[in-house]
């Protein structure tokens, strides 16, 4: 198993249709070579979803013929970038480690009753390609993974795509991240999300996307990011208009600066119809959301 306090900084990024197509075509990419993977996940949780309810992801992993044990919790964040304890170890076979479980410390409180009523709940199935970026900048070293992931949530008689890119830091400062996704944001339609699979499965098999209240600039931004995603996992009208009215409620927010205003003002256009991002959109958004971080503990 990991140390006691692993933590995993990434940003997530989700594509528009054309995106998966035009990342792995991208300049950048051609000199690294990409690792190609099936996985297949089980997410676990009681029938209540107290794991939910906590904002905690426990799930099963085949890949390579090996089975692993992997449980997240809930991360601090917004415009794509998330940082959250994680812990992951290999098991025997596709029963969960109950007795690891147990050690852990999001299960030594509350949630250390529930473990026995656990069942699946909900599978994600998708294919990954992966890159391993390691460039140094400024006397800075960094490490990063790029995935690609491509397929479908599938909990109960609901299912939704996946089609998002994932940066994961494994070594190096978080800025390495937003330089790459920015580099990135140049050639490929994308936008910053900040639900995880399993939060979107549990959307799904609930139908409930709820929406936090917005204040400052980076909630503003945040309400925007998830409507997006509500959108396009409900396919409800709603949640795209939502979205539109949090960009224009931030493009007037009295405490944006002149930059931050000319980013944020550029969103609401560059969505078409469907809340699909152009290349304009993730630009701008990942600008904005990379000058908010530096006011909030998002890094």
């Not at 147990?102 to 473990?115: D, N, R």
């Not at 490929?188 to 549990?202: F, I």
């Not at 799904?204 to 309400?223: D, G, K, V």
Request: hydrophobic share 40%; proline share 7%.
């Amino acid at each position: 198993m990991k140390s006691p306090t692993p933590m995993e900084v990434e940003l997530k990024l989700a594509l528009a249709p054309t995106g998966p197509a035009a990342l792995t075509q991208h300049p950048y990419l051609a000199s690294h070579a990409a690792r190609k993977q099936t996985l297949t996940n089980t997410y676990f949780d009681t029938p209540q979803g107290d794991l939910a309810k906590a904002r905690i992801a426990l799930r099963l992993r085949q890949v390579d013929g090996q089975v692993l044990q992997t449980v997240k919790t809930a991360g601090q964040g917004g415009g794509g970038l998330s940082q959250r304890e994680e812990w992951e170890w290999q098991v025997a076979g596709p029963q969960l480690d109950l007795t690891s479980l147990a050690a852990l410390p999001p299960f030594q409180g509350e949630l250390s009753g529930v473990l026995d009523a656990l069942a699946p709940q909900l599978s994600t199935d998708f294919t990954r390609r992966s890159w391993q970026l390691k460039e140094g900048a400024q006397g800075q070293q960094s490490h990063i993974e790029l995935v690609l992931d491509e397929g479908e949530i599938i909990c109960g008689g609901y299912r939704t795509p996946i089609r998002e890119a994932e940066l994961e830091l494994k070594g190096g400062e978080p800025e390495a991240l937003w330089a790459l996704a920015l580099k990135l944001a140049e050639q490929v339609p994308l936008r910053p999300s900040d639900s995880s699979k399993a939060s979107r499965g549990n959307a799904l098999s609930t139908q409930h996307w709820p929406l936090p209240e917005a204040h400052s600039p980076a909630e503003w931004l945040h309400r925007a990011t998830l409507a997006l995603d509500a959108y396009h996992d409900s396919q409800q009208a709603s949640f795209l208009s939502d979205a539109q009215q949090a960009l224009i409620a931030l493009a007037d927010h009295p405490a944006l600066d002149t930059t931050a205003r000319s980013y944020a003002q550029a969103l609401p256009s560059a969505l078409d119809k469907h809340g699909q991002p152009n290349t304009a959109y993730g630009k701008a958004a990942l600008a904005l959301a990379h000058r908010l971080a530096y006011q909030t503990a998002l890094r």
